[in-house]
């Protein structure tokens, strides 16, 4: 099985392997035959950020 990221790399999830959209990559290829063998990788998810971050984020709004 594999992982989008918010990028284009893959992950797969064996070995957490990222894996780059290159042709020439031997993991990319088997990558691509698997997604047309019907498999779907599962969604990129965005962190939630934490409430520090959102602090941070509120207060730079605050200040600019």
């Not at 019907?38 to 962190?47: I, K, M, R």
Request: charged share 25%.
């Amino acid at each position: 099985m594999y992982k989008l990221t918010d990028n284009t790399q893959i992950i797969r999830l064996a070995d957490s392997a990222s894996i780059p959209n290159d042709p020439a990559n031997s993991d990319y290829v088997e990558y691509l035959e698997w997604v047309e063998e019907g498999n779907t990788p599962d969604p990129y998810v965005a962190p939630v950020p934490t409430y520090k971050e959102l602090r941070a984020a509120e207060y730079n709004l605050k200040t600019t």
